[in-house]
């Protein structure tokens, strides 16, 4: 394509976020889309940002807020447990409400606000009741919309409700695995899984991944898809982004020395010298099946795509 004819950087990101609403000209209605920097700096050149103009300039609800610790990647005797962690700047913990606690209580949401512990927008939602609490944002949600969780709602974006009553073909999210267990699945930032059938006591679900699975019905889900569906284009552009977010440098095995790790040793830039990669500990690495619960394999009708 001839440089003069080239579609603008927003439109390409538009189009890769698989929004087909995104034309010429104008703002998708979905894509609050990346910021980018002057290139004052090789690293501004290539960083990116979400664009967080959406949300409220506010401070966090200090009633919602919990210290967090920080542990370096260490274990309860102090020693290192999880490699290339330490540092980092210094966060409060948000209290989400992932299940039910505002069962049957009309809330309305008066802000929307950045989570620095997850990469989903979090909305906070005054309830009838005179109590506040987060959520999880979805896609579309926005100040001063009404939200209910119950039993059976309205099919709308932010309502929380059970599968069985969810119709086939919607997009939901913060998904119950065992009722009363609040929302484990399918919360990160720009995912959602969409209801497929209802097949007795189950709800099929198709995942994020691809895999289709069995849920009992009478799990809760929240309408809609997670919010902030642009943070997978986040480009750090420099070490020190990753230092902030508590990310040390990671070293790689055949680098190390034999004592180290089984890819370590040799003159000068060598091969592993073995058959397969190997973790520090010795285990087979890269392409090895974890999956250990077998007794959930009944609730998957169909793996995901490799």
Same mark, same amino acid.
Not at 140 to 148: M, P, Q, R, S, T
Not at 274 to 298: E, Q, S
């Given at each position: 394509m001839c440089r003069s004819h080239s579609p603008p950087a927003t439109l390409c990101i538009a189009l890769?976020? @698989?929004?087909?609403?995104?034309?010429? @000209?104008?703002?998708p209605k979905e894509c609050n889309v990346m910021k980018k920097y002057s290139p004052t700096t090789p690293a501004r050149r290539h960083a990116t940002i979400e664009d967080?103009? +959406?949300? &409220?300039?506010?401070?966090?609800?200090?009633s919602l807020l919990l210290p967090l610790k920080k542990t370096g990647g260490r274990n309860q005797?102090?020693?290192? !447990?999880?490699?290339?962690? $330490?540092?980092?700047?210094?966060?409060?913990?948000? =209290? +989400?409400?992932? *299940?039910?606690?505002?069962? /049957?209580?009309?809330?309305?949401v008066v802000a929307l606000e950045y989570d620095p512990n997850r990469t989903a927008f979090i909305a906070l939602v005054?309830?009838?009741?005179? &109590?506040?609490?987060?959520?999880?944002?979805?896609? #579309?949600?926005?100040?001063?919309?009404?939200?209910?969780?119950a039993e059976k709602a309205e099919i709308k974006v932010g309502n929380r409700m059970k599968l069985k009553y969810i119709p086939v073909? &919607?997009?939901?999210? /913060? +998904?119950?695995?065992?009722p009363g267990q609040k929302g484990k699945l399918v919360r990160a930032a720009g995912t959602s899984a969409k209801v497929l059938a209802h097949e007795g006591k189950y709800t099929h679900?198709?995942?994020?991944? *691809?895999?289709?699975?069995?849920?009992?019905?009478?799990?809760?889900?929240? +309408? *809609?898809?997670?919010?902030?569906?642009?943070?997978?284009?986040?480009?750090? #552009?420099?070490? $020190?982004?990753?230092?902030?977010? *508590?990310?040390?440098?990671?070293?790689?095995?055949?680098?190390? /020395?034999?004592?180290?790790?089984p890819h370590g040793g040799g003159e000068g830039r060598t091969g592993i @010298?073995?058959?397969?990669?190997? !973790?520090?500990?010795?285990?087979?690495?890269?392409?090895?099946? !974890?999956?250990?619960?077998?007794?959930?394999?009944?609730?998957? =009708?169909?793996r995901r795509k490799k």
């Open positions: 890769r976020a @698989g929004l087909p609403e995104a034309e010429l @000209g104008q703002k967080r103009s +959406i949300l &409220t300039k506010k401070e966090p609800e200090k005797y102090g020693r290192i !447990t999880v490699r290339f962690r $330490g540092g980092g700047v210094k966060r409060m913990y948000r =209290i +989400i409400n992932f *299940g039910e606690e505002k069962i /049957n209580i009309p809330g309305k005054e309830y009838q009741d005179g &109590t506040k609490g987060y959520i999880l944002a979805p896609q #579309g949600l926005k100040v001063g919309d009404e939200i209910i969780c073909g &919607t997009e939901v999210h /913060n +998904i119950e695995l065992v679900l198709k995942m994020p991944s *691809g895999e289709i699975r069995k849920v009992n019905s009478e799990c809760f889900a929240s +309408i *809609g898809a997670v919010s902030n569906p642009e943070h997978r284009y986040v480009k750090l #552009g420099k070490a $020190g982004r990753a230092r902030l977010k *508590g990310r040390r440098p990671h070293v790689r095995g055949s680098a190390m /020395n034999p004592v180290d790790h @010298g073995l058959k397969y990669p190997k !973790t520090p500990w010795g285990k087979p690495a890269l392409g090895v099946k !974890t999956r250990k619960r077998k007794h959930t394999d009944k609730f998957i =009708i169909q």
